[in-house]
């Protein structure tokens, strides 16, 4: 290990009240920004945050907060003056306990009912956190406007690549395409202009998680799962943390499944029942074509493209299919515009 890493890890250690096993900081891999050491209290978890002070702050009460309504999350450790992380320079670093367990399986429908219960019970022991208006001011979402604006960018898109002379294989895929998701666009916008008046109420004080990525959720030794990474909490309708998850499981189909998607759905609703808007809310959010944004916009997003790489085109292929296929199931699942799909 680097000798200057070693002193900054060490430095940082030196501000807890506990022992480190030396040689432990052997096996530490400096490109990281997170390090498991062990420690006379058993194993810890040290992690370079990139978050600043305010939002640390935020997520120390947010998991506290959470954890003493039923979540299950690591538990932040103190400092010996009791703080929650520490700066140096100007680099956060925080520790937190280590919660061993295996990465969910997001092509296992019990681990995925697991997961839908898990982040049911998060949504619901949310409610009732007391927040400032400055928390409120620097992370509450704006659903509307945020499609809104993925909308005005594939329009413009398409505009763009259509005046080309010389089209890709991806130009010619995104044209082939784009009507039909701008169609999707404004029949999820549609739905939403028409009750965005109970937005408001709906959305009171219900924090959403975002960070679905494998590696930060553990189903740990107790059968529990746990929320590893709290960084990117959000004032949210839960109905956007349903659809983040349901277009994760969906990729990894041919096409969209309905039997799979009314079963996440139960098991998201056996927990935390919804109000028939909030579910009006989510089959907006599943018709909009998040998914064929991400890959395009991102593509034409990257300055330094070279040629047309066959794996992406491949991708977008995949995705473009689940895209459209979803309408038609998606309008089944949710049989009349003002029933929940949780009927069985």
């Known amino acids: 290990m680097d ?17 480190v096993k030396h040689k432990s900081l052997e096996y530490i891999d400096e490109k990281k920004a997170e390090w498991p050491i062990d420690t006379n209290i058993g194993e810890v978890l040290l992690k370079k945050v990139l978050i600043d002070e305010k939002y640390i702050e935020f997520m120390i009460y947010a998991i506290d907060y959470l954890r003493d309504n039923g979540v299950f999350t690591p538990e932040v450790l103190t400092t010996k003056l009791g703080d929650g992380f520490v700066k140096i320079k100007d680099e956060y670093f925080m520790l937190f306990e280590a919660v061993n367990g295996r990465i969910p399986n997001f092509e296992s429908e ?20 007391e927040l400032t208006n400055e928390h409120v001011s620097s992370i509450q979402s704006n659903w509307k406007n945020d499609l809104q604006t993925k909308f005005l960018t594939l329009t413009k898109l398409k505009e763009e690549r259509a005046k080309i002379k010389y089209q890709n294989e991806i130009d010619k895929l995104f044209l082939k395409n784009i009507n039909t998701v701008l169609m999707q666009c404004e029949k999820a916008l549609a739905i939403i202009d028409k009750n965005i008046a109970e937005v408001v109420e709906e959305t009171a004080k219900t924090l959403c998680y975002q960070n679905f990525d494998v590696n930060n959720l553990i189903i740990g030794e107790d059968g529990n799962l746990y929320f590893l990474n709290m960084s990117s909490l959000k004032i949210e309708l839960p109905i956007h943390d349903i659809r983040r998850l349901l277009n994760i499981v969906m990729k990894k189909e041919k096409n969209w499944n309905p039997k799979l998607m009314k079963k996440i759905i139960i098991a998201y609703h056996d927990n935390n029942p919804l109000a028939c808007l909030q579910y009006q809310f989510l089959k907006a959010d599943l018709l909009f074509p998040h998914l064929f944004y991400d890959v395009f916009s991102a593509h034409y997003e990257n300055t330094e493209r070279i040629g047309v790489d066959p794996s992406l ?3 977008m292929k995949k ?20 029933e929940a799909p949780y009927g069985r």
Not at 319 to 338: A, D, G, H, M, W
């Open 313 to 315: 085109v491949s991708k």
């Open 3 to 19: 000798a200057f890493f070693s002193d900054l890890v060490k430095k940082v250690i030196a501000n807890y009240p506990l022992e």
């Open 110 to 129: 019990e681990d995925l009912i697991l997961l839908m219960n898990g982040i049911a019970s998060f949504h619901k022991a949310s409610i009732g956190i």
């Open 319 to 338: 995705i473009i299919t689940l895209e459209i296929s979803k309408e038609r199931v998606i309008s089944s699942v949710f049989i009349q515009t003002n």
